[in-house]
């Protein structure tokens, strides 16, 4: 009965640390599946935003310009209101 429930406990460690070792082994071979290389998922994500980075570079300057641009459109569409407010007035009397 003794060497029954031995070689039982023993045979179940065995199937336990083998479960164990595999998930272990899963988990890590997915892991540097996703961020281990730069052919990994992670490593072309990182790629791709360099990409989007160096590609938008040149919009700050453009935004600058058209910022500008809009400011002086601005300061004239108010004294475009201000003159029709005008016209309003004088043709509402």
Do not use: C
Request: cysteine-free; hydrophobic content about 50%; proline content about 1%.
């Amino acid at each position: 009965m003794f060497e029954t429930l031995t070689i039982w406990t023993l045979a179940l460690t065995a199937v336990i640390v083998l479960v164990v070792a595999a998930y272990l082994i899963a988990i890590a071979y997915y892991l540097f599946k996703t961020g281990g290389s730069k052919n990994s998922h992670l490593g072309k994500l990182v790629g791709g935003l360099k990409a989007v980075h160096n590609n938008a570079a040149p919009l700050d300057r453009h935004l600058m310009n058209l910022g500008e641009g809009l400011t002086a459109l601005r300061s004239e569409l108010q004294g475009v209101d201000a003159s029709l407010g005008d016209a309003a007035e004088i043709l509402g009397q």
